[in-house]
């Protein structure tokens, strides 16, 4: 009967146990990630009375099996349900980490406390006073992988805290537009296509430093019947309002260094100006003043009389574009003068670039031709409406780039695509217009120097910061680590577990949360495994069987009281 009693006080021993496992159970129903923890009891030892013996062949007698006495009851194991998921607990903060694991596996943060690392799944992270990635309980900071400053890619080596908010973090380069596109509808009607001063554009851009600045251009008709029309650069404005590009031109610049066709394929000398035309035009040697310009006067092959600007215009340093024909009498004699618009400068000198200048006329000699233009001519596609651009003679273009570069090294040309517009009849009314960047709409936009307005994380742990420029910056990944046995690592209280001899070791350096098809989801942290129906029934179930250990004791003192009192 003292064997009795002794087992019984090892099985009130056990189920107090399991009753402190599950008190702790229902005590942490709601700690975040939190993994619930069972008992399993286990037979102590046993008292063998005698032994087994065997069958006797001789007297034709059976074996006869051991006698053993239980001695009690014993805890033989505490198992954490380690690889069951908590609900997910919706928060909405950008650091409320959950993983959500793929399959069996079970993946955990690293964190470091100072000395080692830990292991825990309890993403409730905050930025500490360092920039620091860190748990909100501890302070201990999160690990992960740092950005390679060579390539701005993940480099995957030992794990160390993410320290997002640095200087380095805190803004984003800016870059210089290498790219625009002018879209919309030119229509020939509309009252400012055919004005004097044209129909205004703005490009607004950004050079190398971040520097914003408007360059204006204007789109005059020239022979709109035929879709010819010419796109000019008239002035380029930085953020306080001054024209760079009337500085450039004032200390000795050209305009078309900076926005002018490239005519090297056409006139480029006096003899050869004059080669060009000797066979359908004659230089007369004569000239006339009209109007307050002078010009020289030419013959064609019909022997009509053709007269040209050479009085350069002080303001713009260019002459004028305009071709005129001699009103005569019978006699020959010169009556007056009319612009006329089947003939331009082009049709005199075969290959010259249209909009380019006439330098120097002189009675009786050949002109010389500057070789670039001020100005490009946006043709369109008489049949389909669609833009292009004649570069040179009949070769054709798509895009025209505007060279910054003349105006500082602090910028980059500019590509301007003009595929994207359309001759067409829009009701008198012009939507032509310019915007940075590509036809995509993201390459070579530009961008101011950015600064950080926000970090979020995405599910492969990949932390990203927002830039009021319009930037994402890669600024750290947040690393996992796994086990071949998760359920023995050591709890070591904080929601933090510590690797044991039966878990499996950490490499320094972990893997890639969607590596096996696990994420990380953000705004959302895991919370408690615990299961209250079960808890409550387990507790139950142990309140009864440590009842009935305490009856077997009460019993078992009877017993002895009934024994003692033998000697009345």
């Given at each position: 009967?003292?064997?009795?009693?002794?087992?019984?006080?090892?099985?009130?021993?056990?189920?107090?146990?399991?009753?402190?496992?599950?008190?702790?159970?229902?005590?942490?129903?709601?700690?975040?990630?939190?993994?619930?923890?069972?008992?399993?009891?286990s037979e102590i030892m046993y008292q063998t009375i005698s032994g087994a013996s065997g069958a006797n062949a001789t007297t034709g007698t059976g074996g006869i099996n051991a006698k053993q006495i239980g001695l009690g009851v014993t805890t033989g194991s505490t198992s954490?349900?380690?690889?069951?998921?908590?609900?997910?607990?919706?928060?909405?903060?950008?650091?409320?980490?959950?993983?959500?694991?793929?399959?069996?596996?079970?993946?955990?943060?690293?964190?470091?406390?100072?000395?080692?690392?830990?292991?825990?799944?309890?993403?409730?992270?905050?930025?500490?006073?360092?920039?620091?990635?860190?748990?909100?309980?501890?302070?201990?900071?999160?690990?992960?992988?740092?950005?390679?400053?060579?390539?701005?890619?993940?480099?995957?080596?030992?794990?160390?805290?993410?320290?997002?908010?640095?200087?380095?973090?805190?803004?984003?380069?800016?870059?210089?537009?290498?790219?625009?596109?002018?879209?919309?509808?030119?229509?020939?009607?509309?009252?400012?296509?055919?004005?004097?001063?044209?129909?205004?554009?703005?490009?607004?851009?950004?050079?190398?430093?971040?520097?914003?600045?408007?360059?204006?251009?204007?789109?005059?008709?020239?022979?709109?019947?035929?879709?010819?029309?010419?796109?000019?650069?008239?002035?380029?404005?930085?953020?306080?309002?001054?024209?760079?590009?009337?500085?450039?031109?004032?200390?000795?610049?050209?305009?078309?260094?900076?926005?002018?066709?490239?005519?090297?394929?056409?006139?480029?000398?006096?003899?050869?100006?004059?080669?060009?035309?000797?066979?359908?035009?004659?230089?007369?040697?004569?000239?006339?003043s009209f109007g307050g310009n002078t010009y020289h006067q030419f013959r064609n092959s019909s022997g009509e009389m053709y007269y040209i600007n050479t009085t350069q215009n002080a303001a713009t340093g260019q002459y004028d574009s305009k071709v005129y024909r001699a009103i005569t009498s019978a006699g020959g004699v010169v009556k007056g003068y009319e612009a006329v618009t089947d003939v331009s400068l082009s049709d005199i000198?075969?290959?010259?670039?249209?909009?380019?200048?006439?330098?120097?006329?002189?009675?009786?000699?050949?002109?010389?031709?500057?070789?670039?233009?001020?100005?490009?001519?946006?043709?369109?596609?008489?049949?389909?409406?669609?833009?292009?651009?004649?570069?040179?003679?009949?070769?054709?273009?798509?895009?025209?780039?505007?060279?910054?570069?003349?105006?500082?090294?602090?910028?980059?040309?500019?590509?301007?695509?003009?595929?994207?517009?359309?001759?067409?009849?829009?009701?008198?009314?012009?939507?032509?217009?310019?915007?940075?960047?590509?036809?995509?709409?993201?390459?070579?936009?530009?961008?101011?120097?950015?600064?950080?307005?926000?970090?979020?994380?995405?599910?492969?742990?990949?932390?990203?910061?927002?830039?009021?420029?319009?930037?994402?910056?890669?600024?750290?990944?947040?690393?996992?680590?796994?086990?071949?046995?998760?359920?023995?690592?050591?709890?070591?209280?904080?929601?933090?577990?510590?690797?044991?001899?039966?878990?499996?070791?950490?490499?320094?350096?972990?893997?890639?949360?969607?590596?096996?098809?696990?994420?990380?989801?953000?705004?959302?942290?895991?919370?408690?495994?615990?299961?209250?129906?079960?808890?409550?029934?387990?507790?139950?179930?142990?309140?009864?069987?440590?009842?009935?250990?305490?009856?077997?004791?009460?019993?078992?003192?009877?017993?002895?009281?009934?024994?003692?009192?033998?000697?009345?």
């Amino acid at each position: 009967m003292m064997r009795s009693m002794y087992s019984a006080v090892s099985g009130l021993k056990t189920h107090q146990t399991k009753m402190d496992v599950i008190g702790n159970n229902i005590a942490n129903v709601n700690t975040v990630a939190f993994k619930e923890s069972s008992v399993t009891f286990s037979e102590i030892m046993y008292q063998t009375i005698s032994g087994a013996s065997g069958a006797n062949a001789t007297t034709g007698t059976g074996g006869i099996n051991a006698k053993q006495i239980g001695l009690g009851v014993t805890t033989g194991s505490t198992s954490i349900d380690i690889t069951s998921g908590g609900a997910a607990q919706t928060t909405g903060k950008a650091f409320d980490l959950r993983i959500t694991d793929k399959g069996n596996t079970t993946s955990f943060f690293v964190v470091s406390n100072g000395t080692e690392n830990l292991f825990t799944r309890a993403g409730s992270f905050y930025i500490d006073g360092s920039g620091n990635l860190a748990m909100t309980s501890t302070g201990y900071n999160v690990m992960g992988w740092q950005v390679d400053p060579t390539t701005g890619q993940i480099k995957k080596d030992q794990v160390s805290a993410l320290r997002i908010m640095q200087e380095s973090n805190l803004t984003s380069p800016a870059e210089a537009t290498t790219n625009a596109v002018c879209g919309g509808i030119v229509d020939k009607n509309s009252t400012e296509i055919t004005s004097e001063s044209g129909y205004a554009m703005n490009l607004n851009f950004f050079d190398a430093l971040g520097y914003s600045y408007t360059a204006k251009f204007a789109v005059k008709g020239v022979d709109t019947d035929a879709g010819t029309y010419t796109v000019e650069l008239s002035a380029i404005y930085d953020s306080s309002n001054k024209n760079i590009l009337e500085e450039f031109l004032a200390n000795g610049g050209n305009l078309s260094d900076v926005f002018g066709a490239n005519a090297s394929g056409g006139i480029t000398n006096a003899q050869t100006a004059y080669n060009a035309i000797s066979t359908e035009w004659t230089d007369t040697g004569a000239s006339n003043s009209f109007g307050g310009n002078t010009y020289h006067q030419f013959r064609n092959s019909s022997g009509e009389m053709y007269y040209i600007n050479t009085t350069q215009n002080a303001a713009t340093g260019q002459y004028d574009s305009k071709v005129y024909r001699a009103i005569t009498s019978a006699g020959g004699v010169v009556k007056g003068y009319e612009a006329v618009t089947d003939v331009s400068l082009s049709d005199i000198y075969t290959g010259l670039q249209p909009g380019a200048t006439i330098n120097s006329i002189t009675d009786g000699n050949p002109p010389t031709i500057e070789a670039t233009a001020v100005n490009y001519e946006l043709k369109f596609d008489t049949g389909t409406g669609k833009g292009k651009f004649v570069s040179v003679g009949d070769s054709t273009n798509g895009s025209v780039t505007l060279n910054m570069k003349q105006l500082g090294d602090q910028f980059e040309n500019i590509s301007i695509d003009f595929t994207q517009c359309k001759n067409s009849n829009n009701g008198g009314t012009s939507t032509v217009g310019m915007d940075a960047g590509a036809i995509d709409g993201t390459t070579g936009t530009g961008k101011k120097l950015g600064a950080l307005t926000g970090v979020f994380v995405d599910t492969n742990g990949k932390i990203y910061g927002s830039y009021d420029n319009g930037n994402t910056v890669l600024l750290g990944q947040i690393a996992s680590a796994r086990f071949a046995n998760a359920a023995g690592l050591e709890k070591v209280g904080d929601n933090c577990y510590r690797t044991t001899l039966n878990s499996g070791e950490f490499d320094g350096i972990g893997v890639e949360i969607t590596s096996n098809g696990s994420t990380m989801n953000s705004g959302e942290l895991e919370m408690s495994n615990v299961d209250l129906s079960s808890e409550f029934t387990e507790m139950i179930t142990t309140q009864r069987g440590f009842q009935a250990n305490s009856r077997v004791i009460t019993t078992s003192d009877t017993l002895l009281e009934e024994l003692i009192n033998l000697k009345r």
